[in-house]
């Protein structure tokens, strides 16, 4: 590694320190925010609604951050990276605001949206605003600083979140954004003066209206399929024909229009195809095992809510110590072998989980979730950074997005998709309130991040053998 790469270089004593300082915090709003809320899903359930109902705290938000990735991302390349990352924190800011206040579980739910559409400016704006202001080589660094925010949010996210269940006040763990939100504005619009080099884009309406209706229609019959109608009823077939037509209608329009809300001509590039398969995958393992494990553990063996949390943060604790030191080793070996080995390390993990839940035990599902934590970190950051680093400026934004996009809409689906299994098993069993439903839920729900694990290291399998950095920054492949 050259000197350019040095603690100087990246920013820590230049004017890209306080710039860096400013992402790290606007990202510790969406990772606290991925750990503090499932250890509070039994407390918020016994006040606001039943427990068939908590997915969509999860799935609504992850929808609103799906769809609304790809819009933010255009208008980035047209009106500059500072606006939409300050528009994204302003609406997590109301958002978590009006959940605090939040009177019943719909109420709450809606109030999610909001927060979800900040979430879908402020993570992507991050990343994209890394990838502007520092090399490829030096991202491999940089890289480190901003997973550490990953690494403590995944112990102050779960344990904040357990003290607030168990003093019965969970609203504190939307209101807890206030503060963050306040300073994360202020130090942006202080230190991040952006060199824009903008250019006018349509923004296709059409497709992210099509977007939403699509994906709406399928969590929804995924989500009430069994539970608030049954799997064989017209309410059933209405969502999923609804949701398949709007998708294949978004296909065909985003495939004539000047500047597809998605563009899927990027993924004829067989380097975007995978990451972005990749990113898929990533977000519905993340969301299978942070949502449902602290139910899982809470519901089986009654553990306090701090204690589920912390075995589940065990996840995001490994997450940002592979990816700080992930740089190291895709500099070396290239970004497909760097994929692989932590795909097969994550695999392996799903497998265990799936194999060991039908004996709960909070110390075996934290090594079980670090190692998983471990190898997803060693395969998430290498694949956002080369698709970054395979695209120019006026195409970051969109690549980037894109790859956030796959992430939302991985874990928008996959809590679906894990839902509606964990919902029919308890609709058969002795209910939400039997420690053995709890157990046969969780465990068809494990098989089914098992195996979505496998077919992302398949994925990961298919991704270009020469896709390795060079000393220059730029990537061949």
């Known amino acids: 590694m050259t000197a350019s790469v040095d603690r100087a270089s990246i920013g820590l004593r230049s004017e890209r320190g306080p710039i860096l300082g400013a992402l790290m915090l606007s990202t510790g709003l969406i990772a606290i925010d991925a750990t503090i809320l499932a250890t509070a899903v039994p407390s918020i359930v016994r006040e606001l609604g039943s427990y068939q109902q908590f997915p969509w705290l999860f799935s609504v938000y992850l929808l609103a951050q799906a769809v609304s990735v790809p819009i933010y991302s255009r208008f980035a390349d047209t009106v500059g990276r500072k606006p939409i990352i300050l528009l994204g924190i302003a609406l997590f800011l109301l958002g ?34 890394v990838g502007d202001i520092y090399t490829v080589a030096e991202r491999a660094k940089v890289q480190g600083y901003v997973a550490s925010v990953w690494a403590v949010s995944s112990v102050v996210g779960p344990a904040l979140g357990g003290i607030f269940a168990q003093l019965d006040a969970w ?11 306040l300073i994360a504005g202020w130090m942006l619009l202080r230190t991040y003066h952006e060199k824009k080099q903008t250019q006018r884009h349509r923004i296709d309406y059409a497709g992210a209206v099509l977007l939403t209706i699509g994906l709406t229609g399928i969590i929804l019959g995924m989500l009430e399929g069994g539970n608030a109608w049954a799997w064989l009823s017209v309410q059933s077939a209405l969502c999923f024909g609804v949701g398949i037509l709007a998708l294949a209608a978004f296909v065909f329009v985003e495939r004539r229009v000047a500047e597809p809300i998605v563009d899927l001509r990027l993924a004829r590039r067989r380097l975007i195809l995978t990451t972005t398969i990749v990113s898929l995958g990533v977000g519905a393992l993340m969301i299978g095992v942070t949502s449902f494990a602290p139910a899982y553990l809470e519901g089986s063996i009654g553990i306090a809510p701090l204690l589920s949390g912390l075995a589940v943060a065990a996840l995001t604790l490994g997450w940002p110590l592979s990816a700080a030191n992930a740089g190291r080793l895709y500099l070396r070996i290239g970004f497909r072998r760097t994929t692989l080995i932590g ?21 075996v599902i934290a090594g079980v979730a670090f190692l998983f934590g471990f190898g997803l970190g060693w395969s998430a950051a290498p694949t956002l950074i080369a698709a970054q680093a395979s695209v120019g400026w006026g195409e970051r934004g969109a690549v980037t997005g894109m790859n956030a996009f796959a992430r939302s809409a991985g874990s928008a689906v996959g809590v679906a998709v894990f839902g509606a299994i964990s919902n029919s098993v308890i609709a058969q069993g002795a209910g939400p309130g039997d420690p053995d439903t709890i157990i046969a839920a969780s465990f068809w729900v494990f098989v089914a991040v098992a195996v979505t694990a496998v077919l992302t290291l398949l994925a990961a399998a298919f991704m270009p053998k020469d896709a390795v950095v060079e000393r220059s920054g730029e990537v061949d492949g």
Do not use: D, E
């Open 96 to 129: 978590s605001i009006l959940c605090g206040f939040a009177w019943s579980m719909p109420a709450l739910i809606v109030f999610r949206v909001i927060q979800g559409l900040g979430a879908g400016a402020v993570a992507p704006m991050s990343m994209t605003i």
């Open 171 to 181: 609203r504190w763990i939307f209101w807890v954004n206030i503060p963050l939100c």
């Open 343 to 363: 795909m097969s390390i994550a695999t392996i993990a799903a497998i265990a989980l799936a194999a060991v839940s039908p004996w709960p035990n909070p110390f």
